[in-house]
């Protein structure tokens, strides 16, 4: 299913909180896991006009700034979250395959351990906070908006996951 087609359920309990950010916290290990090993021509092979692993996992650097940015709207007590960029323009001019998929890795978990720690460190007012998302257009407490985060990395995680069984079977 494509991001833009998908609904949330919104309203997670705040208690989730620790759990969802232990879930972004592993994010990183679990791309490094998943694309260790592979051959770098299928690392930085498109699938018809689909992105790449290696843009997959770009992408999903390129919208660090993103997470941080929204962390400080709700810090800052904003009714509207940051919004998007819905043409991905910085993932598509990036170049992700042109750079070494370990140094994406590395640049990735130290961005996404960033926001893990600005999460973290967010005080029980904030927390409880509530902004709208501007493209679903619903209001989204912290909780709901880490959990959206970490839906978005496994929907790039599983599609990689779907790029190297099917480079499996077209390479085996």
Same mark, same amino acid.
């Given at each position: 299913?494509?991001?833009?087609?998908?609904?949330?359920?919104?309203?997670?309990? /705040?208690?989730?909180?620790?759990?969802?950010?232990?879930?972004?916290? /592993?994010?990183? $290990?679990?791309?490094?896991? @998943? &694309?260790?090993?592979?051959?770098? $021509?299928?690392?930085?092979?498109? %699938?018809? $006009?689909?992105?790449?692993?290696?843009?997959?996992?770009? #992408?999903?650097? =390129?919208?660090?700034?993103?997470?941080?940015?929204?962390? +400080? %709207?709700? !810090?800052?007590?904003?009714? &509207?979250?940051?919004?998007? %960029? @819905? /043409?991905?323009?910085?993932? #598509?001019?990036?170049?992700?395959? !042109?750079?070494?998929?370990?140094? @994406?890795? !590395? +640049?990735?978990?130290?961005?996404?351990?960033?926001?893990?720690?600005?999460? $973290? +460190?967010? =005080?029980?007012?904030?927390?409880?906070?509530?902004?709208? #998302?501007?493209?679903?257009?619903?209001?989204?407490?912290?909780? %709901?908006?880490?959990?959206?985060? !970490? +839906?978005?990395? =496994?929907?790039? &995680?599983?599609? *990689?996951?779907?790029? *190297?069984?099917?480079?499996?079977?077209? =390479?085996?």
């Amino acid at each position: 299913m494509l991001w833009f087609e998908r609904e949330f359920a919104l309203g997670l309990p /705040g208690w989730m909180l620790p759990n969802v950010i232990e879930r972004l916290r /592993g994010t990183p $290990e679990r791309a490094e896991n @998943l &694309l260790g090993g592979v051959p770098l $021509e299928q690392l930085t092979r498109r %699938d018809n $006009e689909r992105w790449s692993m290696q843009e997959q996992l770009g #992408h999903l650097l =390129d919208l660090g700034w993103l997470d941080l940015a929204r962390v +400080e %709207d709700y !810090a800052a007590g904003r009714s &509207l979250l940051t919004a998007a %960029d @819905l /043409g991905n323009r910085k993932t #598509h001019e990036a170049n992700h395959n !042109a750079r070494g998929c370990e140094e @994406l890795l !590395a +640049e990735f978990r130290a961005e996404r351990g960033r926001f893990v720690q600005l999460l $973290e +460190e967010l =005080d029980a007012e904030t927390v409880e906070r509530s902004a709208i #998302h501007p493209r679903l257009n619903k209001q989204m407490r912290v909780v %709901d908006f880490a959990f959206f985060v !970490a +839906e978005h990395d =496994d929907h790039h &995680l599983a599609a *990689i996951r779907r790029l *190297i069984r099917k480079f499996e079977r077209k =390479d085996g």
